[in-house]
């Protein structure tokens, strides 16, 4: 395959997947918001800083008002990591590939890029609107990535779609657990108060994982939730989960075999990941700091997506990996790179 087609595949899932979480991120505080007290504010500055969208938004925003959080995160083209920016990167990577994506990939993505395009921000004036229209973003993803389930051979395009679709997974839900962080992190009182737990409550809703999380565990404590949103094997959002299916699609598209060692840099790399997390307990990750061990994480899987980058996508192009995607992918890098 060629390198400019893999690089199109790859990052047309990484900015799919983006936009899913992006709408996610905005969910934690909308279910956040339905249980606070009414005495507690609502508090939208910790999507900013736990996405390192703070920087950018402070260049063209004075406070972080729910209003202009909201569109900066969604309809700001300036912000290159807004769901309107990464959407339309999706498309463009598509459109460029038509030949190799199968016809329903490019009509769904095209027909949801058109409707978020014809939405105006104008349009929100309750949470009620707000709360359906980011649950309809993540439908049109949820249906977008079923498509490519059902339309597509399991060939090497698929494996580097799910190779990117699951990095891009695994970093966003650490970045989901570090909101709840830097929510907290003004008032060290919180820490297991009523309020603590509902924020944990908020998390665990806004990643789909409350129902299954509550099949396997009975009560909301910290430990459990966290241990179950990194070291579960079995959850689909669970960030181990993500790498290990990440891990199997990066050994697939070089034909090698995962228990026999790895065969090329990025494979070693993401592999390492997986055998760290492999042999964690919870009690280490608060050993280290929740916030510290998020925080490496999130190091070594942009680590790892740099090494794809060398191994597959600037082989025939010698480009550097900023320039593979244009200015979003390079401030993207720049931006989440910890």
Known sequence: MLSRVANSIYWMNRYMERVENYAR???VNFNLALDLPPDVDEQWEPLLIATADHYLFYKYYDKPTKEDVIHFMTFDKRNPNSIIS????ARENARTIRETISKE?????????LSIRGTSPDNFRNMDHMQSYFTDIRKSCQLFHGVVDASITRNEAWHFGRLGRHIERADKCSRFLDVKYFT?????????STLDLMLWTAV????????????THRALTP?????????DKLFPRSIAYCVRQAELSLYAIAGSIPERGHTNPAERALSKIRSELEFTDVEDVFKMGLHEYLDKFQTKNNEVDNAIFDMYFGLE???SQSQSQGQTTGQ???????
Do not use: P
């Not at 990464?86 to 990167?89: D, F, S």
């Not at 430990?223 to 070291?231: K, Q, R, Y």
């Open 25 to 27: 991120f905005v969910g």
């Open 86 to 89: 990464c959407l339309y990167e």
């Open 105 to 113: 990939m490019w009509e769904s993505i095209n027909e949801f890029y």
């Open 184 to 192: 907290l992190l003004q008032d060290a009182g919180t820490s297991g």
């Open 204 to 215: 665990l809703k806004s990643v789909s994982a409350y129902n299954m999380y509550r099949q």
């Open 223 to 231: 430990m459990n939730i966290v241990a179950f949103l990194i070291l």
């Open 317 to 319: 192009t010698g480009q």
């Open 332 to 338: 993207f890098k720049t931006q989440w790179m910890n």
